[in-house]
């Protein structure tokens, strides 16, 4: 048998394997280190400072098995079960969308948008419940609603709002505004979906391991975005926002429709690249 490597050793062979692979990850280093961190049951700091230390071969089995599905695109948070999302530690799980670091750009939007200590607000389409919980944990005295059409995303946001001890945070199941109150959100929030159906990066990356009717929405990508103008109308008190997240090359499309939704004040947000990542109204 060959010999079992050490950490500096499996981790070279980890980003060997990893950059032969076709279109997997433009992060080949960090991808490794979390897996092998994840085996381990350490961070990625212990790994540095104990570097020469020998894998077991349980170990090093199970990192190969994790290396080898990275290698044919299994997204890493699926692989370790978690995310993180504003300094949260989110589970994940193939029924929702992997939140992105670029979405935390919706979060320090709303904390602008309301700065006093009592709001209602509701993450639509919640998925893990990365918004609502990065909102909550900022915001205790916040009221947060977190819907999800799917019962795998309820399940989960309400793992991990158990889990973060923001029990403040309602889990509800609703087909975007459907099950909730009227006239009582100062501000309705949402990441829905909104790729076009035909978009050929979907067969690229890690989207291909995510759940469709998470990331599509008609021909144009904005059939919810339309739903979710006109729905949140009902659900927004006098002068409440509604605030989503959209595709870089949409802004213009989205507050159009806002605009014809009778929302005011309309105007578009740019995320740390410089990229158009949200719209925003006032009802």
């Not at 802004?251 to 995320?271: F, H, P, R, T, W």
Request: proline share 5%; aromatic share 8%.
């Amino acid at each position: 048998m060959a010999a079992l490597p050490d950490i500096q050793q499996a981790l070279a062979k980890a980003c060997e394997l990893l950059q032969q692979a076709d279109q997997v990850s433009d992060t080949v280093r960090l991808d490794a280190e979390l897996l092998l961190a994840d085996v381990m049951g350490k961070d990625r700091t212990w790994l540095y400072t104990w570097s020469d230390k020998l894998l077991t071969l349980e170990q090093w089995q199970k990192y190969q098995a994790l290396l080898a599905e990275r290698a044919i695109g299994q997204p890493v948070a699926y692989l370790i079960g978690y995310r993180e999302f504003w300094g949260l530690n989110l589970k994940v799980s193939p029924d929702t969308l992997i939140p992105r670091p670029d979405t935390e750009a919706l979060v320090e939007q709303v904390l602008s948008l309301l700065p006093q200590n009592e709001a209602c607000i509701a993450d639509l389409g919640t998925g893990t419940g990365a918004i609502a919980l990065a909102l909550a944990s900022e915001k205790p005295d916040w009221q947060v609603y977190a819907c999800d059409y799917q019962p795998g995303a309820v399940a989960l946001a309400t793992q991990n709002r158990d889990q973060l001890g923001l029990k403040q945070v309602k889990v509800l199941q609703s087909d975007w505004c459907q099950a909730l109150p009227d006239n009582a959100f100062d501000l309705i929030v949402s990441n829905p979906p909104y790729i076009e159906a035909d978009d050929p990066h979907l067969s690229q990356g890690d989207v291909r391991f995510e759940p469709l009717s998470a990331l599509t929405s008609g021909p144009d990508g904005l059939d919810d975005i339309r739903v979710i103008c006109q729905q949140s109308q009902r659900c927004l008190k006098q002068g409440g926002w509604l605030l989503l997240e959209h595709g870089y090359n949409q802004a213009a499309a989205v507050q159009e429709i806002m605009l014809g939704n009778g929302y005011k004040e309309v105007a578009s947000l740019q995320d740390l690249a410089g990229v158009d990542r949200a719209t925003y109204g006032r009802w």
